[in-house]
């Protein structure tokens, strides 16, 4: 399964858009058709094993173990060139509380990686079951486009997001932390806002962590069946996964950026939490 995944990737489609003034990256990988499409409400979740569970992997399947209940394991269903998951031993659900700071110690401990969560209520397949995601930065979008920028605001290619940057880890994980509990209380969503997030290191700047807020799970597009889209935290970092090839081949660089538009937090939410973040309300 992972050989093909592998091949699958080396085969895959990719080609570059400029999207509301920044260049992103349309990638058709049709290997990624079951995470696009998932069902990830409550009763469909129920119905099925957990597919991150140790009981439930394939017997084929081996992991590392790494940090506080942590196990590395290859992605058979790659984006990116060496995509790992790293799956919590415990089945408990899928939340960034107590999670910004592993973020940060996993991309310390992966130079050239970028970390990735993605929320129960946008992107993640497997919502009951708290996971995160590893993969190779190179090539990325959003390191292009924060770099050499201090944050906390990012708008890129119809997106907007925080940046949180810098040496030292306990401020990166403070100012994080602060952001999500705005976040929460500007939108009124709990427990967590839904959100994405994106972490790595390089060695001028330290700590780089993107937090992308979401307005929108899917585009209205997908549930029309026009368009099988469904931005995760890696589509947010500049790579829109295409499974399809009829979607691959017509996007165009304005429907891009319309679909970051729409699933992005609306802009006036936007704007509270940095007058917020300014304030240190």
């Not at 998932?38 to 084929?60: G, K, Q, T």
């Not at 940060?104 to 970028?114: I, N, Q, R, V, W």
């Not at 976040?183 to 806002?193: F, H, K, M, Q, Y």
């Amino acid at each position: 399964m992972l050989q093909r995944g592998v091949t699958g990737l080396a085969n895959a489609l990719t080609r570059p858009l400029i999207s509301d003034g920044a260049e992103v990256l349309v990638r058709h990988i049709p290997h990624r058709v079951a995470s696009t499409t998932a069902a990830v409400d409550r009763e469909s979740i129920a119905r099925r094993p957990c597919f991150l569970c140790a009981a439930n992997l394939p017997p084929e399947q081996k992991g590392l173990a790494w940090g506080d209940g942590f196990t590395f394991l290859c992605n058979p269903f790659p984006i990116v060139e060496r995509h790992l998951t790293v799956v919590h031993r415990e089945h408990r659900p899928q939340q960034i509380a107590g999670q910004v700071g592993t973020m940060l110690d996993l991309a310390a401990a992966l130079p050239g990686f970028f970390v990735i969560y993605n929320g129960p209520q946008c992107g993640a397949s497997a919502p009951d079951h708290l996971h995160l995601q590893a993969g190779s930065r190179d090539g990325l979008p959003i390191v292009r486009e924060t770099a050499g920028k201090a944050g906390p605001a990012i708008e890129a290619y119809g997106m907007r997001a925080l940046l949180f940057r810098g040496p030292d880890r306990s401020r990166v994980r403070g100012e994080t932390e602060r952001a999500l509990a705005l976040l929460s209380a500007v939108t009124g969503r709990g427990p967590e806002p839904w959100c994405n997030v994106a972490a790595w290191t390089e060695p001028a700047s330290g700590f780089s962590l993107v937090l992308y807020p979401r307005g929108k799970h899917r585009p209205e597009a997908f549930h029309t069946g026009e368009l099988a889209v469904s931005p995760a935290t890696i589509d947010m970092s500049g790579i829109l996964v295409a499974p399809f090839p009829r979607d691959f081949e017509r996007l165009s660089g304005e429907d891009v950026a319309a679909v970051y538009r729409e699933v992005t937090i609306p802009d006036d939410q936007f704007r509270d939490v940095l007058a917020r973040l300014e304030n240190r309300c």
